[in-house]
């Protein structure tokens, strides 16, 4: 919730009085201890500067949180299919979809889980990028192959771009930094942005005028009518935007890692399963040695319902792996290990005993992140997270273009908010801001080094402007 500087916050601008007589000689009154003045002018830089990542951030996000019901739409003719009588047995499935990849190894499987869906069998293809594969879809009831596609984990091309646009801009690794520095700086600009609107609702009752925290005051005009949708809309998104900058964190190169420690050293990672077994797996699988439907029978028997994927083994000593994949409303991502061999379960994996309760956070926090854990409604509250924050990082914009200087250039800007915010504070207050900032900035370096710099900037500016004072 970008914001400018006090007279931003509904007081008069000044105006010249006439000459009063000699001064007031009585001693004043110190100020009083307030974080408003610093948070005014961190919100007011960190808007500006750092506003157009997180712009760009959210319309990336709000394209990717559609990206599951545009999926079923841009790629209906293979993912759908007419409900026949009977589905074909899943090894005649994968028969037909290996007669249509010659010369590729199957690595696995999804089966349909509706009358309505279609089968995909994934090939290991050495021509295509690391953890992408190949899948052939497969009507079930007839046999015949619909397509085919590129799949990255799992996810089909166009899920695949808009999720690599959102993470790096379709620029690979250096395009992460732009992410990482939206994720890390939203938490602080929403939170700051939340004092300061409270404060300014403060200072209105005391003046006796109305304001509301969540409604907008339809009885202003101008900058003030912008601060009113800006700060109104920015307190109705502010949970969302707290809790999608903590899991964007989390996927983040550099802060994520120092997450990812974390995790470790208290074992709150999310478990593995064990493919390992005692016997002759084969590699790679002989799809007509291993009954396919007795492998999904056992699975869904060890509590590994549709939809799900089948991984077959790749190596001697390997099990084939199914594991739950996303649904709907759907809590857990069970799996189970099955020794091809026996098809009996060697490992398995329950979410509810094995998941401890930060991984099970975690993994509902990403899934939710992602659009996936609620489905449509999931997709759409994401959508109009999304829309809000454009709107308020534009009107954030708007602001300071309304408190630009009415004269001279038509194309000033609005000054920033004073400097000395910090002399507003007490020396054991700014003792433990600093020691925050400093953890803080470790933890998340980019928003480290950008909160530097803009230090650096500003001490710069104001020794520019001292020197060249008379």
């Known amino acids: 919730m970008t914001t400018t500087s006090d007279d931003h916050l509904g007081q008069p601008p000044p105006t010249a009085v006439p000459d009063a007589g000699p001064p007031d000689v009585r001693k004043p009154r110190s100020r009083p201890r307030s974080f408003q003045p610093l948070l005014l002018r961190l919100h007011f830089y960190a808007g500006v500067f750092v506003a157009p990542f997180i712009l760009i951030a959210a319309i990336t996000g709000a394209l990717y ?35 249509a990849a010659p010369g590729l190894t199957p690595a696995g499987m999804r089966p349909p889980a509706s009358s309505t869906d279609s089968t995909r069998v994934y090939f290991s293809d050495t021509t295509l990028p690391e953890d992408t594969q190949r899948a052939v879809f497969v009507d079930p009831y007839t046999g015949q192959t619909l397509g085919s596609e590129n799949v990255w984990f799992g996810y089909l091309p166009l899920s695949t771009w808009l999720d690599g646009l959102h993470r790096h801009l379709q620029l690979g690794e250096p395009g992460r930094i ?28 005391r003046r006796r005028r109305p304001g509301r925290l969540l409604a907008v005051d339809r009885g202003t005009a101008g900058r003030a009518r912008t601060l009113s949708w800006h700060g109104a809309t920015g307190v109705w998104i502010l949970l969302a935007l707290l809790f999608l900058s903590a899991t964007g964190i989390t996927w983040s190169t550099y802060a994520g890692a120092h997450v990812s420690d974390i995790r470790a050293q208290f074992n709150w990672q999310r478990p593995g399963l064990n493919t390992t077994v005692v016997g002759d797996a084969r590699s790679p699988v002989n799809l007509e040695d291993v009954n396919l439907d007795e492998v999904v029978a056992v699975a869904g028997r060890s509590g590994v319902h549709a939809p799900l994927d089948i991984a077959f083994p790749t190596e001697p000593g390997e099990a084939i792996g199914v594991t739950e994949t996303d649904k709907a409303f759907r809590a857990t991502t069970n799996a189970v290990a099955i020794n091809p061999d026996t098809l009996v379960p060697s490992s398995e994996l329950d979410f509810r005993r094995d998941y401890s309760l930060v991984a099970k956070l975690a993994d509902w926090g990403i899934r939710a992140h992602m659009g996936v854990l609620f489905g449509l409604l999931n997709q759409l509250l994401l959508l109009a997270v999304a829309l809000a924050l454009i709107t308020v990082i534009i009107r954030g914009y708007r602001m300071w273009w309304q408190r630009r200087p009415t004269r001279g250039t038509d194309w000033m800007l609005g000054r920033p908010p004073l400097r000395g915010g910090i002399r507003h504070l007490s020396p054991l207050t700014v003792i433990v801001v600093a020691a925050g900032a400093i953890a803080i900035g470790w933890f998340l370096p980019l928003l480290g080094l950008s909160l530097l710099a803009f230090l650096l900037v500003d001490t710069g500016v104001a020794a520019a402007k001292a020197w060249r004072a008379p």
């Open 178 to 205: 732009y992410s990482e520095l939206a994720a890390s700086w939203l938490w602080v600009i929403a939170l700051g942005g939340l004092y300061l609107w409270v404060a300014k609702l403060r200072k209105d009752r």
């Open 65 to 99: 949180a559609l990206a599951p019901t545009l999926e079923r739409l841009v790629y209906q003719d293979i993912l759908t299919v007419d409900p026949g009588e009977r589905a074909l047995p899943l090894n005649s499935q994968a028969a037909a979809a290996s007669a």
